[in-house]
């Protein structure tokens, strides 16, 4: 009983400034997740429904506008060039990203900040600024309406953030481990293979995951570059739901759903993961 009074004691009231904050964070969550509720709402309707009372609950579960949405929409073929698309892009671009973060961050060379402040001015360079010349470059090499074509700019772009993030993780372990394996006659590439690779798991799986999921929801590069529609990606297919005359809401919606389902259920898993490792990159970085 003792015990159970002094944590009391010690907890003490609550302070008015957590209320306002935890008040700011529930606010701020209700504004992000209402938009999600009220799609998977408005793709359970049918179109009337929809039109007389948007913002109602669905009346009967009209679970048919997904298989709708997945068979008019071709849905399948768009979602297997995105994986195809963002696998490979994920896969060269944490290949190279680890690569360069690692000789940035572990390597003794003159030009090493000098290339680290490159790579994150590659950051900052908008892709609708070098869109016009890279698509008149791509279609003199005979690169345009195909997925190779597609998965360079998308490595291009994916490789400074993924540089930036693995930099600082290389730089947050301790340097007595890779000087121990240099004694031990480990070389450079037995201390990037056996040792920074394995610790940096954490690094890895966030920035491949900002990578993947920023090269998935990619609009603009996919709609220039591509023009056969077999090889288009899922955003891509989801603007065909939307007509010059009309547009199927209900289909739009369940198929903006089963888009972005795979992405948000990643984030609700493994947010404290994201959350920890951006953190330490940034911070020890």
């Not at 003490?12 to 009220?38: E, H, T």
Request: charged share 10%.
């Amino acid at each position: 009983m003792e015990k159970k009074a002094m944590v009391k004691k010690q907890r003490g009231p609550v302070k008015p400034v957590l209320i306002i904050i935890y008040a700011f964070l529930v606010i701020l969550a209700v504004i992000y997740i209402a938009p999600l509720l009220w799609m998977l709402s408005v793709s359970l309707k049918d179109n009337a429904e929809v039109m007389s009372a948007p913002f109602s609950l669905p009346k009967a579960m009209q679970f048919a506008n997904y298989a709708e949405a997945w068979t008019l929409g071709k849905l399948g073929i768009a979602l297997l060039n995105s994986l195809l698309v963002c696998g490979v892009t994920l896969v060269v671009s944490l290949f190279f990203g680890a690569m360069a973060a690692f000789a940035i961050a572990r390597m003794k060379w003159k030009l090493s900040e000098g290339m680290h402040t490159f790579f994150l001015i590659g950051m900052m360079v908008p892709v609708h600024c070098i869109l016009i010349p890279l698509f008149v470059r791509f279609a003199n090499l005979g690169l345009t309406n195909s997925r190779f074509g597609l998965m360079l700019p998308y490595i291009t772009f994916s490789l400074p953030m993924t540089i930036f993030l693995l930099t600082g993780f290389f730089r947050s372990m301790p340097g007595e481990l890779f000087e121990a394996a240099a004694i031990d006659g480990c070389g450079i590439y037995g201390c990037f293979f056996k040792i920074a690779l394995p610790l940096c798991r954490t690094g890895f799986f966030v920035s491949g995951l900002m990578t993947f999921v920023g090269n998935w929801n990619e609009l603009l590069l996919a709609m220039v570059f591509i023009s056969d529609p077999n090889k288009k990606t899922l955003p891509v297919t989801l603007t065909y739901f939307v007509g010059p005359y009309a547009t199927n809401y209900v289909q739009m919606f369940a198929a903006i759903i089963i888009a972005i389902a795979p992405t948000v259920i990643v984030y609700c898993m493994f947010s404290n993961q994201i959350v920890e490792g951006l953190t330490t990159g940034a911070v020890k970085g």
